[in-house]
């Protein structure tokens, strides 16, 4: 998968060498008309998941308890695998997508989403001056990382079952990288969360489909970042890390 650098480099290869820049979007663009041949195998998957899915209706009993269960949830995990492989690839050819973004101007817009979608509209977000008044900027998807703060922000607010979520912000670099850091005050990740909670369709929350945490690391990764998952003495805390300009 390409990073920052693989895409600057590219795009100067657009002024010095236009033929071999015309070459590689050639070879991209082969690529992305190809990916009609995955979408047929998703048809296939989706099937797949709906005939285990009637037969489990007909027992009549709790979908967890039946002998479909299992096949249906390797279904599911199959088809957010390839759907993944097929954004990454995406993601890997098309740069026009990435561009130089403030981040305090994404984390307004993740603010929005959330204020849409919050479950509980009592939450508070301590020290969100940290990031609303830093100049960092990142080389990104705005849209995408937006989201995938917003999905972080989300997570943390259901995770505090108590009716008075408290979120507290923290930004600081390391090597050359961004680390925004979002506790809660709720009961924290469990062994095996800390362990499987960026995987597809993994949580211990009622009603919830586990897979906001795994969308956030996977735009992520396609940005060169990632996503950390680790204990405070009050709560759960999500660390995501960029790359810095």
């Known amino acids: 998968m390409l990073n920052y650098e693989d895409f600057q480099q590219i795009k100067d290869l657009k002024d010095k060498n236009y033929e071999a820049y015309t070459i590689i979007k050639k070879m991209s663009d082969f690529c992305l008309n190809t990916l009609?041949?995955?979408f047929h195998d998703i048809k296939n998957h989706i099937a797949y998941i709906s005939s285990y899915c009637q037969l489990a209706k007909l027992k009549n009993e709790p979908l967890t308890q039946t002998r479909e269960f299992s096949r249906i949830e390797t279904g599911l995990r199959d088809l957010t695998n390839l759907s993944t492989r097929i954004s990454l690839l995406r993601y890997s050819f098309c740069d026009s997508d990435?561009?130089?973004?403030r981040l305090s101007d994404i984390w307004?817009?993740?603010l929005d989403t959330v204020k849409n979608y919050a479950s509980n509209p009592s939450y508070k977000i301590l020290n969100?001056?940290?990031v609303e008044n830093c100049s960092f900027k990142?080389?990104?998807n705005p849209e995408n990382t937006a989201q995938a703060l917003s999905e972080i922000i989300l997570n943390a607010i259901?995770?505090?079952q108590t009716g008075n979520a408290v979120l507290s912000v923290s930004l600081s670099e390391q090597d050359d990288f961004l680390h925004l850091s979002i506790s809660d005050n709720g009961?924290?990740?469990s062994d095996e969360m800390l362990v499987e909670g960026m995987n597809p369709f993994v949580t211990e929350k009622a009603n919830h489909t586990g897979l906001g945490l795994c969308i956030a690391a996977i735009t992520l990764c396609m940005q060169n970042g990632n996503l950390q998952l680790s204990n405070t003495d009050n709560g759960a805390k999500v660390t995501a890390v960029f790359p810095r300009l």
């Open 36 to 38: 009609s041949i995955s």
């Open 98 to 101: 990435f561009i130089e973004y």
């Open 108 to 110: 307004k817009n993740a």
């Open 128 to 130: 969100a001056n940290t």
């Open 138 to 140: 990142l080389f990104c």
């Open 158 to 160: 259901e995770a505090c």
């Open 187 to 189: 009961s924290g990740f």
